[in-house]
């Protein structure tokens, strides 16, 4: 696990997957292992591609005017971007 940079936990709504990261979190917390977790909705989660509302209201533009690829290359380039620290 020390080696570990990212854990991903995805399943159905409702499944328990808030739960299981708050306490996967916890658990590594009291055995001394730094980690971050990130709410989906929090702010300043490392992957949306929106900072403020007119960012946000940008995105929604880009994806009613069917920018769809233009908007999940932002997205993929966030990813990339937290994935390389």
């Known amino acids: 696990?020390?080696?570990?940079?990212?854990?991903?936990?995805?399943?159905?709504?409702?499944?328990?997957?808030?739960?299981?990261?708050?306490?996967?979190?916890?658990?590594?917390?009291?055995?001394g292992i730094p980690n971050k977790w990130w709410y989906e909705e929090e702010k300043g989660h490392p992957v949306y591609i929106y900072k403020d509302h007119q960012s946000a209201q940008n995105i929604i533009k880009e994806l009613s005017e069917g920018q769809y690829i233009e908007v999940i290359e932002k997205a993929l380039d966030q990813w990339r971007d937290f994935a390389s620290y």
């Not at 940079?5 to 917390?29: D, F, M, V």
């Open 1 to 31: 696990m020390n080696r570990t940079k990212l854990i991903l936990i995805e399943s159905l709504p409702g499944s328990g997957k808030s739960t299981t990261a708050h306490h996967l979190s916890r658990h590594l917390t009291n055995t």
